[in-house]
């Protein structure tokens, strides 16, 4: 059965590999590789995974890369894939051709393949998993989908991973129906079997109990994003399907369903699926300005479409969360790919003097604390708030800290005079900064029979909200909302600055879903001799901190993924920054960065500047 | 344009509603709309309804889009949160308004330009998701602020103010309305009032989505000789199906016709319209004839105006999404966040 067509020396590693399963879409594979992923989290073990798919239903490729990682690295890896699950003849050759040498490919060798197939300096196991399913089952769905658990259990035996965690796993899943659980855990020892009575170990990469996981959670963003704004309170959401957003609204209806159902079985929210991205905003404005809250989540494309709303709710001061899960350009635009693209095109989004606020969380977690804060922030600022997600965060499972809630914690619904409070003689002027942080008092619409009622429209007008072109009330109010936009840099998450255990004079910025790739790269160059203090961004407006860091150093870099260096140029722009102090880092092809191309940019970088040195560039 | 307040004397006999409001309460400032618009006639007719139906100022949310009639929700219900929107989405902006507080009133004020050409998208589908509201079309064929270019209703055929001979086909609204299920569906003239103030009083109070197309000549650029949308054309080409009064439920009714001519539709809310039939043979409860009878009479140049359709028990966008009965923006967090317990739960099933 064995097909080895040369003796190689496989690669001896424990906990520290990667696995890519390449499958073809709609074959029932997904699930089959979530659960080995989980199956190596259970084990202690950190493992990350990404979905490698195209914007596809059935019937074309998909991959699933799993990194393995003892030492608890979370970012891709890069490079060649150590062991290559190969279930897809339609990718077969490119597949073969990205294992490392020294690599593993696994494939289903019910049927024999060409010697020309194979390589000579990898090590091939062959297993029939079509031939058993056959065999063993008559109703060709069964066989699909229980060649994956087969597959599993083979895989399983070869990397010495605890079948009795994957067998907990299975009965978790499908708790409540024995049947289905005891067939799914038959399939898995059949695969395990075989293995034990066909082959002599033939892969070297193995998995070992470890202590890396913790008590964290296995969720990915949107999912997370879309209960932040369950516990931010969100009533309405209004949104247009458009990867890599839609998991998010999605994941917003089924938390709803199950959590926001009153006791007569209605509901306490409103989920309406809009007819466009202007309309999806539109419901968002229209809702929050009657004082509910509101969101709506949507990609690149969508904030494209929504920018005259979005200026309007600037001027007008009405809260909004827009959920941006970033992918690259328009139309055809890599949907199902990630990149950090809208960094600009959110941030000064709409015609007219405009400036917003945006949180950029890097995991999971953060896109439920960032998620639920946004609904507070908008109601306290009065204006658009950008949830800045990426694919990679938003639709990939991410190992992330447990989720927490405190009870206490109350909505704070800002600035909103009562009915009491206008019948007790509070002045009420739409736009009147009574408090000096640009920020003013608004009604809800039905408030008081007759006082608090104002008239809301765009610019024209003035401080009491009645129509006015007089220049000077056009301009006292766009200075306020630039003090408005002042007081928003104390409100946002502030930046998290990690100093290098080394005096040095280089910093790095960095932002979103470069986290993992950034911790990793920092030890590998601190290793090379290559300190570094960190900042991690979470927020716009920029806090003092931002310049003060920037300030401190000689030269930052300034690490993201999208080819213009978007954030480098808010920095810039907003900060006064010398550009030449701010070295550009990017990765823009699509996939996520690694650090692997961090340390070889940066020291590329460094190399570079001893012909001309550093201080002479950036002076 | 300036903000100009209505000077707040009252005649001391002004007739009060049974609110005690008088009629200044529900109107706003000064138009600045060219003299002789059919839009302040219209405002003026929300103002009447307002008062007859004894609705109080404030629970009236009044919002537009952009446009000379999107400009005249500022003139009237001054005492009403008004909202002016951007360009063509104000069904939109009203569809989340809703959502928020089912318990207000809601009229959307827009043009033949904003819910025809640029906004047709957002009519549509508020009409189809039957948004509880009153949606009034301030018709007059072209564009006003812009100075007098043709709209999406304009005939095929009429003459612009400049000479110009429209080629395109129009858009019937109210034709859109009663296929994409609106449940009250009515055609005025912003030149009669006996007629349109029963109209608005109607959908006011029903319960689903109204729509209202109201003809309202532009005396700056579409009142010549060649427009179909000037005073004297449409005088000449109106064929009301009925002329309507509505009978509040408290109200004793006391009606003497003759058999077939009148009919009693009570509405959810327990208004009661009243409608003396022009033509006998129209059925406002025919949403498929309603369509027919529509094309017929406009291919033989006719403006059908009156009540055009009704289902006295809609159903709403509320309805459909089962919401609770409180207005959304007043649950609070016992209601809607469901606490540590339950992301201990979802953390466990995580791991």
């Known amino acids: 059965m064995l097909q080895i067509l040369d003796r190689v020396e496989g690669l001896q590693r424990v906990n520290d590999f990667v696995v890519k399963f390449a499958n073809v879409n709609g074959s029932g594979s997904a699930s089959a590789n979530a659960l080995f992923a989980k199956s190596v989290l259970r ?57 490392v040498p020294g690599g593993y490919l696994f494939y289903d060798n019910t049927k024999p393949m060409a010697p020309s197939k194979f390589r000579s300096d990898i090590v091939v196991v062959g297993v029939p998993l079509t031939r058993m399913t056959n065999e063993a089952y008559s109703d060709p769905r069964q066989r699909q989908l229980f060649k994956n658990i087969v597959g599993l259990g083979a895989l399983a035996c070869l990397l010495d991973m605890d079948f009795a965690a994957i067998e907990q796993l299975l009965s978790e899943q499908f708790k409540g129906r024995e049947k289905l659980i005891n067939a799914n855990i038959q399939a898995l020892h059949m695969g395990i079997e075989w293995v034990k009575a066909n082959l002599d170990d033939p892969i070297k990469l193995k998995t070992k109990r470890a202590d890396t996981v913790g008590d964290r959670i296995f969720i990915d963003g949107n999912t997370a994003a879309s ?118 095109s959110c941030a000064y989004a709409s015609h007219g003097d405009t400036k917003h606020v945006l949180l950029i969380p890097e995991d999971p977690y953060e896109c439920f604390e960032f998620g639920a804060l946004s609904f507070d922030l908008a109601d306290r600022l009065q204006t658009p708030i950008f949830v800045m997600l990426d694919l990679e965060i938003g639709m990939n499972d991410r190992l992330c800290k447990p989720l927490t809630w405190d009870d206490s914690r109350k909505m704070d619904r800002g600035k909103v005079m009562t009915a009491a409070d206008l ?93 993992p790739a950034m911790n990793e790269a920092d030890l590998i160059l601190a290793d090379k001799g290559v300190n570094l203090n960190l900042m991690r961004l979470r927020g716009f407006p920029f806090g003092d901190e931002v310049a003060a860091f920037i300030e401190d150093h000689d030269v930052v870099f300034v690490i993201e993924q999208n080819r213009d260096g978007q954030m480098r140029s808010l920095l810039v722009n907003e900060l006064e920054i010398d550009p030449r102090k701010l070295a550009k880092v990017v990765h823009y092809d699509g996939t996520p960065i690694t650090a692997r191309f961090i340390v070889e940019a940066i020291t590329d970088r460094i190399d570079g500047d001893k012909v001309v040195p550093f201080r002479k560039v950036a002076s | 344009m300036t903000f100009i307040p209505k000077p707040k004397l009252h005649h001391p006999e002004l007739q009060k509603n049974a609110l005690g409001y008088t009629r200044r309460d529900y109107e706003g400032p000064v138009s600045t709309l060219c003299a002789g618009c059919g839009h302040d006639s219209i405002s003026a007719a929300i103002v009447r309804a307002c008062f007859e139906l004894d609705v109080q100022p404030h629970r009236i949310a009044k919002l537009s889009g952009i446009g000379c009639s999107s400009k005249t929700p500022t003139y009237f219900l001054g005492a009403s949160h008004g909202f002016n929107s951007v360009h063509g989405r104000m069904p939109s902006v009203l569809t989340g308004a809703n959502l928020a507080n089912r318990d207000l009133v809601y009229l959307g004020v827009s043009g033949d330009g904003d819910s025809a050409s640029i906004g047709i998208g957002q009519f549509a589908h508020a009409m189809r998701r039957g948004i509880n509201m009153t949606y009034i079309v301030e018709n007059n064929g072209v564009y006003g602020l812009t100075k007098g270019q043709f709209s999406a209703t304009s005939d095929k055929g009429a003459k612009s103010k400049r000479g110009v001979i429209n080629s395109d086909d129009p858009i019937d609204l109210a034709s859109m309305a009663l296929q994409l299920g609106a449940t009250y569906v009515a055609r005025s003239f912003s030149g009669d009032k006996s007629q349109l103030v029963p109209l608005i009083m109607g959908a006011l109070r029903h319960g689903g989505a109204a729509f209202i197309d109201c003809i309202s000549p532009c005396v700056a650029f579409n009142n010549h000789e060649g427009s179909t949308k000037s005073f004297d054309y449409v005088r000449e080409h109106n064929e009301a199906v009925n002329r309507m009064d509505v009978i509040m439920g408290r109200e004793e009714i006391t009606v003497d016709y003759d058999p077939g001519t009148v009919e009693l539709v009570t509405q959810h809310d327990g208004s009661i319209l009243k409608l003396r039939k022009l033509h006998t043979d129209y059925d406002v409860h025919d949403r498929v004839a309603a369509l027919t009878y529509l094309q017929e009479r406009s291919a033989e140049g006719e403006i059908v105006t009156g009540l055009l359709y009704v289902d006295p028990e809609p159903k709403d966008l509320h309805g459909h999404l089962r919401t609770v009965d409180t207005p959304l923006n007043e649950l609070d967090e016992s209601a809607l966040i469901p606490g540590q317990s339950v992301l201990e739960r979802l953390n466990a099933a995580l791991r």
């Open chain 1, 43 to 99: 084990m202690g073990i950190t493992a990350t995974p990404r979905n490698i798919f195209p914007s596809n239903i059935q019937g074309l490729p998909t991959w699933y890369e799993v990194r393995i990682s003892g030492d608890g690295h979370m970012a891709a890896r890069g490079g060649g894939v150590d062991l290559m699950v190969a279930m897809n003849p339609q990718t077969w050759d490119e597949d073969v051709k990205s294992i």
């Open chain 1, 227 to 344: 209960l932040g704004a369950v516990y931010g309170g969100a009533t309405v959401c209004a949104w247009y399907p458009i990867t890599p957003s839609s998991s998010l609204a999605e994941g917003f209806i089924n938390y709803c369903n199950r959590f926001r159902r009153g006791p007569d079985g209605k509901n306490n929210f409103a989920i309406v699926q809009a007819e466009d991205e202007l309309a999806s905003i539109g419901m968002v404005i229209g809702a929050a300005w009657n004082g509910a809250r509101a969101f709506t989540a949507t990609s690149g494309p969508g904030i494209s479409l929504m920018q005259e709303f979005i200026g309007l709710a600037y001027f007008a001061e009405i809260p909004a969360v827009i959920f941006d899960v970033q992918r690259s350009g328009p139309s055809t635009g890599m949907p199902t790919r990630t990149q950090q693209t809208d960094i600009l």
């Open chain 1, 423 to 515: 019948e007790s003689g509070k002045r009420f002027g739409r736009y009147l900064d009574v408090d000096g942080d640009g920020i003013t008092y608004r009604t809800y619409p039905g408030t008081h029979p007759s006082k608090g009622a104002f008239f809301t429209r765009g610019t024209s007008k003035d401080r009491m909200a009645r129509y006015s072109e007089e220049g000077a009330d056009y301009q006292e109010n766009m200075e306020r909302l630039q003090k408005k936009h002042h007081t928003a840099r104390t409100l946002v998450p502030p930046a998290i600055i990690r100093p290098s255990a080394a005096a040095t004079r280089m910093g790095a910025i960095y932002y979103g879903s470069t986290s």
